[in-house]
């Protein structure tokens, strides 16, 4: 592995932005483009060559109607092993038996992630909010109340590897705010439902629902609810193209966290940096192929010094290959003019992750307006937010993080304003309502004021 095909830009000569603005386009989970290989497997099927998004609306509308015998017939067709309304449900047995199983070191290793993650969860835990206005007799109590969702659905996935990281980061979170009813789906799978120390994280965290299905399937079945499966309010966690388009097909009937694409990170680093952390701080992003790796510096040394660690790292990596392939895909090293620039492409990237490897990285946080989480100076790798450190890895990708948020407690909690009035306080504002109502001709907003007040 001599060399690596991976685009190079120096933005003294070259349009960085136009790079940035195809590498968006391809990180974002898009419904119309299937492989030839996909397309015949769809023909397969479903007996014609639908796209994915199409593959996801007809799945979804089967499951709706039909319930429990279509989403057993899609698992069938979809997943590797086949289920029965038996055996697609975990018992508490199993998941007992998975967790007596499991090495004692794991549990252990669990259990300081979990604390983690409660720490931090509660700390930025809204509470409610009282405002309380007296002006003579009048009387006015203003609060806005947050109350946990009742039941909430968590998509882990099972294709690749074991996945009891997006457990911790989506359930403790929930658990936290307060939420009582947390249901688990994962592809049947021995990555997923079938692993053991994926059920045995479900059996620590005290999760009473894990059903073995996964993909858009499970998505629905959580959505409109099939016999053995109750609806949810709302759905969280990753997976991949189809679990995506269904999470964005069923929004309105419950509420989800977002619509992921492939991982992403951007490293802006100085001449502090160590050329080995940055190559491996791209390659870890990169490893979950897809997953997208950039470097933006302003320090031209660094450049071909990066590109050397990559070659050396990525031969040393049992998924060095994959890796390999999304950075030549996915991935890019860009020479900035200056830090004013290096920000500026940045936030027009809006990256999942951003480490901002410099000696003096809150100079440059000062900066940055667009990213899901933020990682400091140069012993904060990206795994420690992934795995550890508290804040949820469930994160905006695809450039949604210029309006979007990362997953937290309070995104479990709903919210309602409750508002009194004594009848001194409703004196005192009916001019300004029925004013109002003239303005809109809502004649009905007033007598409801005038009525009280005769």
Not at 253 to 281: M, Q, R
Not at 396 to 414: E, I, M, Q
């Amino acid at each position: 592995m001599s060399d690596l095909n991976l685009t190079t830009i120096n933005c003294r000569e070259d349009d960085a932005r136009q790079l940035f603005t195809e590498l968006r386009e391809k990180l974002s989970p898009r419904g119309d483009i299937v492989s030839e290989a996909g397309r015949q497997r769809t023909i397969e099927l479903f007996g014609e060559p639908l796209t994915p998004q199409q593959v996801v609306e007809r799945i979804c509308a089967d499951i709706r109607s039909e319930g429990l015998p279509a989403l057993l017939s899609y698992s069938q067709k979809l997943d590797p092993k086949e289920v029965t309304a038996e055996t697609m449900v975990v018992t508490p047995e199993e998941m007992e038996a998975a967790h007596a199983k499991a090495a004692p070191e794991y549990l252990e290793t669990i259990r300081r992630i979990r604390k983690n993650i409660v720490e931090f969860q509660e700390a930025i835990l809204t509470s409610d909010v009282k405002l309380l206005k007296e002006e003579g007799e009048a009387r006015i109590d203003l609060r806005q109340r947050y109350l946990p969702l009742r039941r909430i659905g968590i998509c882990v996935p099972g294709g690749a590897a074991a996945y009891p990281s997006t457990l911790l980061m989506t359930a403790v979170p929930a658990q936290v705010a307060g939420v009582k009813e947390i249901v688990v789906v994962v592809p049947p799978t021995d990555f997923g439902g079938y692993n053991v120390d994926l059920l045995a994280a479900c059996h620590e965290l005290g999760i009473k629902e894990v059903y073995r299905v996964g993909g858009a399937q499970a998505v629905a079945a959580l959505a409109y609810g099939v016999e053995g499966i109750e609806r949810v309010d709302k759905i969280v966690g990753p997976g991949n193209l189809f679990v995506a388009l269904a999470k964005r097909h069923v929004f309105g009937e419950v509420d989800i966290d977002s619509i992921a694409g492939p991982s992403e990170v951007i490293v802006l680093a100085d001449e502090t940096a160590n050329p080995a952390y940055i190559a491996s701080d791209l390659i870890s992003q990169a490893e979950h192929s897809p997953g997208s790796g950039v470097l933006i510096t302003w320090h031209e040394p660094l450049i071909e010094q990066t590109r050397t660690e990559l070659i050396k790292q990525l031969a040393d990596l049992p998924r060095g290959d994959l890796a390999r392939q999304s950075m030549e895909e996915l991935g890019a090293l860009i020479l900035a003019k200056d830090e004013e620039e290096a920000a500026e492409l940045t936030d027009l990237l809006a990256p999942e992750h951003l480490h901002i490897s410099m000696s003096e990285p809150e100079g440059m946080l000062a900066k940055i307006q667009n990213a899901g989480a933020i990682f400091m100076g140069h012993y904060t790798p990206v795994a420690l937010g992934d795995y550890v450190a508290g804040p949820s890895h469930v994160l905006p990708t695809g450039g949604t993080a210029r309006f979007a948020n990362g997953l937290c407690s309070n995104d479990f909690l709903k919210r309602s304003s409750v508002i009194y009035y004594n009848e001194p306080a409703l004196k005192l504002h009916a001019n300004d309502v029925r004013d109002m109502a003239a303005k809109e001709g809502l004649t009905a907003h007033s007598a409801s004021v005038d009525i009280r007040l005769k």
